[in-house]
């Protein structure tokens, strides 16, 4: 590579590098130096080289072009990340594994196969929203767990015909708990393994034996009483045969690939309904449009696939929305061999990270990144790789059609019916974790509509 640059790299401690501003802030310290050092920079924690890009050119050679060269990070022997607490789903195995997993589950996520949970969706909504109204006019929640509550429900309903809601006050802490702790994982190499009775991992592991006793029972429930009929993922999973030696898949792997979709599901379209809701509830005449859209629907109980493909200022609110706070707001991978990207010279076993955020908010792509204007989606303009708030490539998500549907639903159902009022007028602090966040989460009120 003889005429490749070396990426900038951030100032740093000599010993520890980039560690401190990283664990204070994440998002404000990659913010500062995308403005800094632009689309292409360096930083290191300890011993362990990263980058970080902010380009959409670069997010597609990396994730599609070269996507051999840019993988995802699961060494068994030494899970760090996501890997802790998903172990080798869907989300974080490669290879074979994953190219056999992702076969086997397509079919679930197919739009042809989305109508069909269209209703389900609608009741976990408007289950919800008879719970608001026992609650009181007026009354204050906090809108983030509120939407992690109904999204959860769609989840466990959609994919597991369970619920679990009943168990909502222990999971949520847990999931939290083990989230927090697989970003930290990233953050520090030098993190002992679980096994060491450090407190934090005396937590996490805590955390993790609840996640495990929902998922389990989830996998056992369903073996002792199976599905009278249809299919869902669950039963799909407990059902696939491997194509050689006719074995089903190992208990571990089935709660892999459960825990995965009860996370991956349910988190980032909660985030996702939470950050609309706030954005709107800033914004009345983009709610107002909304509205109006809205009124030309039948009754809920009357909704039709195809009534929701017409929304198409719903589609674009959500569509700015996830680009103002992409709910997955940077992809990891790892360099898998020295390779000239860019023109920079990048070194086997570091670690690229693809900001998300930074493409939607790109100056060159977007004219006044941080206004909310949703009419930007309206037509058919293609933003090709300055917008994938679902990754792209072969790792696209899964569930990016899935989660669309969802949305429009659960927002349409919520706008007709309340007025939110947010308690705190101040701009919402970003938390950026695995997923970006309101920090703190959204205090607010709820009004219901005449
Ligand atoms: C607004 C909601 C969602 C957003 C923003 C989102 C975002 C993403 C992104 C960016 C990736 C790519 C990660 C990477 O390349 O490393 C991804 C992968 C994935 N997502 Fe989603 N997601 C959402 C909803 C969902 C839902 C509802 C499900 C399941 C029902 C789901 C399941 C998955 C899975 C299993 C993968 C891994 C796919 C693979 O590697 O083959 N996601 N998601």
Not at 265 to 287: I, V
């Amino acid at each position: 590579m003889p005429n490749a640059k070396s990426i900038p790299q951030a100032k740093a401690d000599f010993l520890i590098g980039n560690l401190r501003p990283l664990a204070a802030d994440p998002f404000l310290t990659l913010s500062a130096w995308w403005r800094d050092y632009g689309d292409a920079v360096g930083f290191r924690v300890l011993t362990r080289q990263f980058y970080m890009f902010s380009h959409p050119q670069m997010a597609e050679q990396a994730l599609v072009r070269q996507a051999g060269k840019f993988v995802k990070m699961y060494d068994p022997q030494k899970p760090k990340g996501l890997e802790l607490v998903l172990g080798q789903g869907l989300v974080t195995s490669r290879g074979e594994l994953w190219r056999n997993q992702r076969r086997l589950m397509q079919p679930v996520f197919q739009r042809g196969n989305l109508s069909a949970l269209q209703s389900q969706i609608v009741a976990a909504g408007r289950e919800m929203l008879l719970r608001w109204q026992g609650l009181g006019d007026g009354v204050q929640v906090n809108l983030c767990d509120e939407m992690m509550r109904l999204t959860l429900e769609v989840i466990t309903q959609t994919m597991f015909g369970t619920s679990v809601l009943d168990r909502i006050e222990a999971i949520a802490p847990a999931l939290d708990t083990a989230l927090r702790h697989a970003a930290a994982s990233l953050l520090n190499p030098l993190s002992l393994p679980p096994s060491v009775p450090t407190p934090r991992n005396r937590a996490f592991n805590r955390a993790m034996a609840t996640l495990d006793g929902v998922v389990y029972g989830i996998i056992e429930q369903r073996r002792t009483h199976p599905a009278p009929a249809g299919q869902d993922l669950l039963g799909m999973l407990l059902q696939a045969r491997d194509e050689d030696s006719g074995a089903g898949m190992s208990d571990r792997q089935l709660r892999d690939e459960v825990l995965t979709i009860f996370s991956a599901g349910h988190e980032t379209t909660s985030n996702l309904l939470s950050w609309t809701l706030y954005l709107l509830a800033r914004h009345p005449e983009a709610l107002g449009r909304l509205r109006r859209e809205l009124q030309a629907l039948p009754a809920e109980e009357d909704w039709q696939f195809a009534d929701l493909q017409n929304l198409e200022y719903c589609k674009a609110v959500l569509h700015e929305s996830l680009r103002l706070r992409p709910p997955v707001g940077i992809i990891m991978r790892k360099v898998a061999q020295d390779v000239e990207f860019e023109g920079y010279r990048l070194a086997a076993g570091s670690l690229a990270l693809f900001n998300i955020f930074n493409l939607h908010h790109h100056p060159q792509f977007w004219d006044d990144p941080e206004r909310f204007e949703p009419e930007r989606f309206l037509g058919n303009r293609s933003h090709r790789f300055a917008f994938m708030p679902f990754g792209a490539g072969e790792r696209i998500c899964i569930g990016n059609h899935f989660a669309l549907l969802e949305s429009q639903l659960l927002l349409s159902l919520i706008v007709r019916h309340y007025d939110i009022e947010l308690l705190d007028p101040g701009e919402a602090e970003i938390e950026l974790m695995v997923s970006l966040r309101p920090k703190g989460g959204l205090p607010a009120s709820l009004h219901r509509l005449a």
